[in-house]
Each structure stands twice: as C-alpha cells, then as structure tokens.
C-alpha cells in the first residue's frame, strides 16, 4: 500500500488516492485478495449508508501476453450499500457496478474487439452471536452486461469450449457464491460454495487459487467448495488451512475435469502506522 486519505470534517465524505486497499465490499467470486487498486476512490459513510466510486488501475504488478505494457487494466466502478444493526443480528447490503474500458478487455484477451467487462454485482451479508460463537452467513452475485456472442473469455483461457455451438459466452455469464463462517474463541470455520461460470467475471480479478487445483487452472468456468480453519495464536500471527475442491462447468474437452487445492497460511500482521495531517487528512503506508 502506499496511499494518502482525506477526510472532509463531519460530512463522512473521504478521498483516497494512491495504491490502496480494496475499497468495494465483496466475496472472492469478484475480487482477489491479493490485487492492490490503484487510483482514486471518493467514499460516503454515515449512519446506514455507505457508497465508493473510483477510478483504478489493477494490474500494474505483472506482464501478460507477453506485453512490455503494464497499465492496459482500468476499471471504473461504484457500489452503494446500507448496514442494518439490531440487538441481537446486524446485516449488510450492497449493490455495484464495474465498467472496464475496451482496451483491458483487448489486452487481457489478445485482441478481442466487440467482447467487454461491464460487472453487476449485489453483495450480502447478515450475522449475529449465539451464545460465545460469532456466525456469518454472506452471498454474492454477479453478472457480465458485456460479454459478447462472437468472442468468450472462457475459451480463450482454455477453460471451455471453443465450438459455439457447445459453449457461447452469453449463456456463462453469470456467477453466485454463498458461504457461512463461525468464530468461537481463537478459532474460525469458514465455508463457501462458488460457481463462476467462464464470461461472469474477468478472470484476472477473481481469486486466483479456486479452481488452480483443476488441470487447465484458472478462476472461470469453476464451481466448487472452499472449506477453511484458522487460528489465532497471538494478535498479530495465525496457523489456517483452507482446502478446495472444484471441477469445470463446462470442461473443453467434453469430461469431468476436477481437482482438489490444499493450503496452510501462516500470517504475520505487522502494526500500521498512521501519520495525522491537517485538516483531517492522513497518510497511510500499511505493509
């Protein structure tokens, strides 16, 4: 990160500019944990509303295609959302939409002229305490406005089809996920199940290890489980293994075509440091 926030006094209105953390609220199926955006982000928070809109580069962290060009993945987007909070449950939700300009999709997919990114999403999320355990239980949908009958990203990326007349673009394009999550004491469960059909979401902007255990690799054309534990052991550090159990919906070669991913995360979270500037600004440089 590497990013400076203002703050406009009591008006919950804020400017983000710079490398900085995800600033939509959303599930793995539309966002990898691991991108850092690059750009503006103006935000509105106050009482039950929240809203972000923003203009972002993505993918500035790697070459692709082979190209010297870094910069070809610009999204502009906005999300609109409200947070409920009663005595016993609080919940959330959020509608957004993601427009990526025509020379990301031509160069994140060698050339493609009339197929584009254009990204409607609705999240939600609703949870409460019972007794000492913390439970969660949270979805996601979304759907590609832009992908195109004459071009598929799925096929492309070597995940579907490239008969049109076994696989079209148009009839993948929607993706969903739902998922569950429980903390009692220093632990944590979490479960999900996603289906992410191949022209739902760009394939560079989705959790790049679901569906990495299947042969072909890759996030689209998946559907699969996410079962996940962790553990505190101390503020800062947590031990976890997730496992992933995915196969392709439409597999390219007309079999069953799966695979399972096993991971252990050990996390060290180092301590932020925040500089005040006038006028309520800050400065943000968290690892």
């Not at 503006?40 to 203009?55: R, S």
């Not at 987007?77 to 959330?92: H, S």
């Not at 394939?203 to 534990?229: C, P, Q, R």
């Amino acid at each position: 990160y590497a990013y400076a926030k203002h703050s406009f006094g009591d008006s919950g209105l804020s400017l983000t500019l710079g490398k900085q953390k995800n600033p939509w609220v959303c599930s793995m199926l539309t966002y990898d944990g691991d991108l850092r955006p690059t750009g503006a982000t103006l935000g509105y928070k106050q009482d039950v509303l929240f809203a972000n809109i923003g203009a972002y580069n993505i993918r500035s962290d790697s070459k692709i295609a082979g190209s010297s060009n870094q910069s070809l993945a610009n999204m502009y987007g906005g999300q609109f959302g409200v947070k409920l909070k009663g005595d016993k449950l609080e919940g959330l939700l959020a509608a957004g939409f993601h427009y990526y300009d025509s020379e990301t999709a031509e160069y994140m997919l060698n050339g493609a002229e009339d197929y584009n990114y254009e990204i409607g999403s609705l999240y939600g999320e609703i949870g409460g305490k019972l007794g000492e355990v913390s439970l969660k239980a949270y979805g996601e949908f979304a759907m590609n406005f832009g992908a195109d009958k004459d071009f598929s990203q799925g096929a492309f990326k070597g995940r579907a089809s490239a008969d049109p007349d076994e696989y079209n673009a148009e009839d993948n394009d929607m993706a969903w996920l739902l998922g569950f999550q429980a903390k009692y004491g220093k632990f944590t469960a979490k479960y999900s199940y996603a289906y992410i059909e191949g022209d739902s979401v760009p394939w560079f902007m989705s959790d790049s290890d679901f569906g990495s255990g299947v042969k072909t690799g890759g996030s689209v054309n998946v559907k699969g489980h996410v079962i996940g534990l962790s553990y505190n052991i101390t503020k800062n550090l947590s031990l976890g293994g997730t496992v992933m159990l995915t196969e392709l919906i439409e597999p390219a070669d007309g079999n069953d075509d799966d695979g399972t991913l096993y991971q252990i995360d050990l996390s060290y979270k180092f301590c932020e440091r925040v500089t005040q500037a006038a006028g309520g600004g800050a400065i943000g440089a968290p690892p």
